[in-house]
């Protein structure tokens, strides 16, 4: 075998090492303990005067022929069975070179990037057996990358021995007002840039995550939003993770309404959703409220239109079902309207279970639908826990469910008692019925020990 060593590696590009080597040589079944069964060279490179006269490429075990010497069946324990060179470049690793696509993107913080590199001679063979360390470090996109401007602290990490590779794992953070990063990866204390690598990654987060900084170091990552949250635009700055609003479902990220034909916008300037319009039969509920804007169904007794508009009351002595959707769905109704007195706090009242065992109770009395029955308005006494409801029932036919309704004032359920001072009144005209009816039941003396009054509630008609 042959071992080439120069003073000078340069000299290799006006002459080729095997000059002077003689005509019809072979080269057949050398052995080396390191690397370049028949020849190694002791430089990075072959040289130009050599590198067009192999074919095909050094570096396997198939034979090789330069000009008039034949290479045929040499071995070496590291590497380079034919013929070997000093390292020459840095490559990636095939893992790598097979998961490009995942390096272009990566959201920071959350997502990290699998790295690995060989180092190659000038004949594209895996150098192994070297001891060089390499380094790899998280640059900002513009200007230099080296081990003292990176964002984050350089890994170091030797070559493997029998591999000649290297593989790291990285954590990754862009710097402020950027999308992108640079990974450089470099054989230390070489000075070829033949022995460096970079490669630029995009940084972008994905749905269901918001952009955070990171306080003291000018850098930004990504978190993850908790489940049920949404978040309009992930690489917004400005946008964060928001609480999903009542009226919308939040999954992955996203934000879907939870009423069909409902139609949510993002804030491009806060990155909060708001409701722009309902379908018709619903109307937007809480719309000066994030947490609790929804699309409500339209009540009784009222009609909406949809899209942004709000319900409208049906004309005076008409009445209409939940979810009506035009002022056609306003049928002329008779009605009794009555105040009752309830056992109870405003809060407590206000509870959508309560509010509803009270409307029940109401219209199983009156026999008539649940639908035909409209709190008008509610309000807590000034003394004790007491609250004066005023019910509206529609569609009362005659004297029989009106008695019905006046006799029974527990039929809710809830405890409640009509006062002797309290009247039932219509709001048309029913036979054999009288415009006023007094309850006669418990009088608020008996009850909590004043009445009260309902406040800012309006009065009866």
Known sequence: AVFRGFESCGGLSSSCFLSGVGQGVVFASNRAGKAGGAVHVACSHVGAACAGLFAPPLGTAVPVFVASVMFRGNAATLYGNAMSTEASTL?????????T????????????????????????SVVRGKGESVSFVVCSSGGTCSEDSGVLPATVQALDPATGGSRVVLGVECVLGSTQAVVRVAVLGAASPDLERTITVKCRCNAGQARQEVVGRGTW????????DVVADPNNPAHSCETCPAGA????GKLEGKVAGSLWE??????RYQLKTCPPGFAIFARDSYEDQMCAVCEPGWYCLGREISPTKCPKASHSVERAKAKAACTPAVFVSLKISLPMSKEDFEVPETLQKFKAGLAAAAEVDVSMVSIEAYAQTSAGRRVHAIPQVAGLSGSPQVA??????????????????????????????????????????QGDGGGGALGDAPPLP
């Open 91 to 99: 490559e990636w690793a095939r893992e790598s070179q097979n998961s």
């Open 101 to 124: 696509s995942l390096l272009q993107s990566v959201a920071p913080g959350l997502q990290t990037l699998s790295l690995a590199v060989e180092l190659h001679d000038d004949l594209n």
């Open 221 to 228: 990552v990504c978190r993850q939003c908790a489940p049920g």
């Open 249 to 252: 479902v939040c999954s992955g």
């Open 266 to 271: 993002a804030d491009i300037a806060t990155g």
């Open 404 to 445: 019905r309704l006046v006799g029974s004032p527990q039929v809710m359920g809830l405890g409640g008692s009509a006062s002797s001072r309290d009247l039932v009144r219509f709001g048309g005209s029913l036979v054999g019925v009288p415009s006023t009816v007094s309850l006669g039941v418990q009088d608020d003396a």
